[in-house]
Structures are given as structure tokens and as C-alpha cells.
């Protein structure tokens, strides 16, 4: 799950989620939301937009004051990545959205990363606006988790000047190669140690049962990243993109994905014909507003590697891994604008190994 705005609802998904008999919990980010208090929403932030360390503390304490949260913290381990809102709203590494002083905004973001170490169950605790984040989580010889942190090394957004971080048509900007610090990996591929994340995904074979590294089972299931597909639209060729998605940033980072996961060129979103090359699950938020999925599914014809869209409603995604397929389901409530809301499976689908791409069941 990701995307928790305190004000926007309750966390009802929570509740249910405590109840799930898990193994363990992914929080994708935006575990806190840093805006001033608005009205006529069913919860409101407490204090001012935080700033400092104690501005961030008290965002997180408030937070930490739901009952549903608590209880899924309480019966399931979490693991956690930020992503913005942690923050501020689409900073991009130490670049805040607005621009201002630099040293000012490292500043902020030690305090909040500080106050987010601090709440968190997290080990490694950060060295003032620098935080060891990303990791590779291995359970057994089944799955590989490579959980990454796509704020802290992020290259400024492109076109900003045009979008401050939202969408917009495109931008010379937007396909170029950016420049990176020598010793900074690049986002998208701060996945953890040893190695940066394409040799790892190229060379892992999952240990066998005695921990050494044993041949390839029939199914190898990663988690790698987040919105990683173009959506094309019609009869626009070039509808908006999020610039601060991979997907709206070919030059930085989405033509290096599908190279990662596998040896072969990368597949093309405008072929209906190019080869299947990951599989990915784009989950809801626990309460944070989305746009309408009627937007996305009008261009569903145009786009045959987008099997589901449902935008409009809350909660999490419970997959469940065995040796030879990854079974997700989307659970979600019918209202999030009071509490005790029941919980139902939207749909369901499965990822079978040696067959490429997901199917409904």
C-alpha cells in the first residue's frame, strides 16, 4: 500500500489489512502527508506545515494516533520506502519543488528524515540530509525484493518550469540523458547492496536450502519499481505525461528499465506485438485522492498492455507467492469519508511462470 493523507479519510483499509493473515506489509511511501490543515475534509492536520524536526515529529505522532494504523503495526511487520510527501511534494534529491535556498531545504529534509527514522521500523538512522534507504530483502528461494528510494538521488524533474512536477505534453528536457554525480547511483537504480540493481537482476538466482545460490526455479518473482508504463492516447500522439513518473522521463530512466530484465532491447509501448518483459501491479492509495479512471479507460483499446484501471477507490494490494505464480488481489472500501467500512476484492489476477503478462482469474 502507499499514500496515507491523514485528511483526506480514514484508514478503515488498515483495519482489515490487521486482520489479513500476512507475512509481512510494503509501504511504498507518502506515509505522511506535510500540507497546512484544510477545511471541510473528514480529518484535519494539526499544526502548521513542518518544517524543523519538531513540525515533523508531531505530523508523524498525529498520524501514529490512528487506531486502524496502529493495529496493522501492531500485527504485521512493516517494510517501508518514502517517497515525496515525506517531505515535500514532488521534491526531486536536493532540489525542493519550488526552488529557494538550497542549504535551507537540506536542512528540512535532514529533520524529516530524522523524524521518519524515528517512527519507522527502519535500522541503519540517517547522517544529516543523507539516509541509507534502499535494500534487497531475500525470503527463502522464492522471492527477491529490491525496494528502492526514488527521492533521495532523484535528478531534478524536467520541465518544471512548465509543470512544477506535474504533467505536461513534453519538453527537450524530458529525453534527455541527465547528468549524475559520480558517486550518487541514479534513482531508479538505488536498489541496495551489493551491486547496483541491473547486474543484481541480471545474476540473482535465489540461495537454495542450504543458502548457497542454486539453479533458477521456474518462477522468480521482483518487485522493482512503480509506474513503470506509458499510457498513449488518441487521436493525440503525445497526450500528458506525469514528468514525475519514470514513465514521463524516457531519457532518465524509463528506457532503462526493460533493459534491467532481460538481455534484449527494450520493449515498445506503442507495438501491440512487443514481447511481454515484466509484469506490473500499480496499486491504490489507503486514502489519498487519485484521478478518475474514466480517463485512463477510454484509452484502453489503444493501450492492450494495461489490463485493469480502477482509480476511484481505496486500499491495498494482498498478493500471495508460491513457487510457480503471483496471485494479487486489489481490496478495497466503498468509502473512506467514515469509519468502518466493509472490504471486498475487486479483482484478481495471477502471473504464472512461463507465461508472460497477467491474467484475471
Not at 522464492?142 to 519538453?171: F, I, K, M, S, W
Not at 537482476?201 to 542454486?214: S, T, V
Request: with cysteine; glycine share 8%.
Amino acid at each position: 500500500m502507499s499514500c496515507q493523507n491523514f485528511e483526506k479519510g480514514y484508514y478503515t483499509a488498515y483495519r482489515h489489512l490487521a486482520e489479513d493473515d500476512l507475512d509481512v506489509v510494503l509501504h511504498l511511501g507518502d506515509y505522511i502527508y506535510e500540507n497546512l490543515p484544510r477545511r471541510n475534509l473528514p480529518r484535519r492536520h494539526v499544526g502548521g506545515e513542518p518544517a524543523d524536526l519538531l513540525g515533523y515529529r508531531v505530523r508523524h505522532a498525529l498520524y501514529k494516533t490512528d487506531r486502524d494504523l496502529q493495529a496493522a503495526h501492531a500485527r504485521h511487520p512493516f517494510v517501508a520506502t518514502w517517497d515525496d510527501h515525506e517531505v515535500e511534494n514532488d521534491y526531486a534529491g536536493r532540489h525542493p519543488v519550488e526552488g529557494g535556498d538550497p542549504a535551507a531545504f537540506l536542512r528540512r529534509r535532514a529533520a524529516a528524515y530524522r523524524a521518519y527514522w524515528e517512527h519507522m521500523p527502519l535500522r541503519r538512522p540517517p547522517h544529516g540530509p543523507t539516509m541509507p534507504l534502499y535494500r534487497r530483502l531475500r525470503f527463502g528461494d522464492l522471492v527477491e525484493l529490491n525496494l528502492l528510494d526514488t527521492r533521495q538521488y532523484r535528478d531534478d524533474q524536467p520541465c518544471d518550469e512548465d509543470a512544477g512536477g506535474g504533467r505536461v505534453v513534453t519538453c527537450p528536457e524530458r529525453v534527455d540523458p541527465p547528468p549524475h554525480h559520480p558517486r550518487q547511483p541514479p534513482a531508479a537504480l538505488a536498489a541496495g547492496r551489493p551491486g547496483p540493481l541491473p547486474g543484481r537482476l541480471e545474476r540473482a538466482r535465489p540461495a537454495g536450502r542450504h543458502g548457497r545460490a542454486g539453479p533458477a526455479p521456474r518462477c522468480r518473482p521482483r518487485l522493482v519499481e512503480r509506474r513503470l508504463g506509458r499510457l498513449r492516447g488518441r487521436p493525440r500522439p503525445h497526450p500528458p505525461v506525469p514528468v514525475g513518473a519514470p514513465a514521463g522521463q524516457p531519457g532518465r530512466a524509463h528506457r532503462r528499465h526493460p533493459r534491467l530484465l532481460r538481455q534484449r532491447p527494450a520493449a515498445s509501448w506503442a507495438r501491440p506485438d512487443a514481447p511481454v518483459v515484466a509484469t506490473e501491479l500499480v496499486g491504490t492509495s489507503i486514502s489519498s485522492g487519485a484521478s478518475k479512471s474514466s480517463g485512463f479507460r477510454k484509452h484502453l483499446r489503444d493501450n492492450p498492455n494495461i489490463r485493469f484501471v480502477e482509480s476511484r477507490l481505496r486500499g491495498y494490494t494482498r498478493c500471495t507467492v508460491i513457487r510457480d505464480c503471483w496471485y494479487a488481489d486489489l481490496r478495497v472500501v466503498d468509502t473512506i469519508e467514515r469509519p468502518g467500512a466493509p472490504v471486498r476484492t475487486l479483482a484478481s489476477y495471477v502471473v504464472e511462470s512461463g507465461r508472460p503478462g497477467a491474467e484475471q482469474v
